[in-house]
């Protein structure tokens, strides 16, 4: 019988050549190699755990696009920030702003930019991680992140005067998204490994409450072997996905985030 998870979707049993299949690429891409071309390396060149989660934020929200064009706009806001995030959103005066006024991505424009700025100022001025952003909305015997991406979208907005237009660049079950950048950002700073890609750095969420990032590759890989069923990429997707990877590795089924990203580069037709 199909196994469901208290909480979650139903995920059928996965055959024996598809986790043979997931466990080889999860091993051949979750390696240092992968870094260099992936947004990831933006927050990998920074070692204070603070600087890492902010670069690693930006990195993550503008994710969409073409991988260098993300590098290269990441590098663009890392340089308005003086190399030192953590310093400067704590420390910045008004008149330090100016220079973000012409920065934009796609359609992240200054005020999504300035936002973000006045979030992370105010958000550092009394935590010392943005761990507990996420954290603080889990509730016990939670199966996955879903509380903290809903909570962490309502203490994002939460500041006097936000820009409705930048609503749009942080997703959240509630609108049905499948959260596919907050996703991955969880699992850069949660994976736990010894393979230097993901940092590990945050306690409080476990490896196995993180629900698979649905990218384009992800997506299409997964349907083709059967991990999705659902006809549209919503949290409900996400979430299968996640289920059916879980029948895998109950403790960390996002490692296959790798193996199914790896596989739609590869141009994978079953």
């Not at 947004?39 to 902010?54: A, G, N, T, V, Y």
Request: contains cysteine; hydrophobic residues 40%; proline residues 6%.
């Amino acid at each position: 019988m199909p196994e469901k998870e208290p909480g979650g979707p139903k995920a059928a049993p996965v055959s024996s050549y598809i986790i043979d299949l997931l466990e080889d690429r999860a091993d051949r891409y979750n390696r240092p190699d992968f870094i260099a071309a992936d947004p990831i390396s933006i927050p990998h060149r920074f070692s204070r755990k603070q600087d890492i989660e902010i670069m690693g934020f930006w990195a993550a929200v503008l994710a969409w696009g073409q991988r260098k064009t993300i590098i290269s706009k990441c590098l663009e806001l890392s340089a308005l920030m003086d190399h030192a995030p953590y310093d400067f959103v704590r420390n910045h005066e008004d008149s330090d702003l100016k220079p973000f006024l012409n920065f934009k991505h796609r359609t992240f424009n200054a005020t999504d930019t300035l936002y973000f700025l006045y979030f992370f100022k105010y958000y550092y001025q009394s935590y010392n991680s943005l761990e507990d952003a996420f954290a603080s909305h889990m509730q016990p015997g939670d199966v996955t992140i879903e509380n903290a991406l809903l909570g962490f979208h309502d203490q994002f907005f939460s500041l006097e005067d936000y820009p409705a237009r930048t609503r749009k660049h942080i997703a959240t079950p509630a609108r049905k998204s499948s959260c596919k950048r907050l996703n991955m950002f969880l699992r850069w700073m949660v994976r736990k490994d010894d393979c230097g890609v993901d940092f590990g750095l945050w306690n409080k969420i476990k490896p196995a409450q993180l629900v698979c990032p649905c990218d384009v590759h992800v997506d299409r890989v997964a349907r083709l072997l059967g991990l999705i069923k659902r006809p549209v990429t919503d949290w409900q997707t996400a979430t299968e996905l996640t289920a059916s990877l879980r029948l895998i590795d109950p403790h960390d089924p996002v490692k296959y985030d790798f193996a199914l990203f790896g596989l739609g580069i590869e141009g994978y037709a079953s």
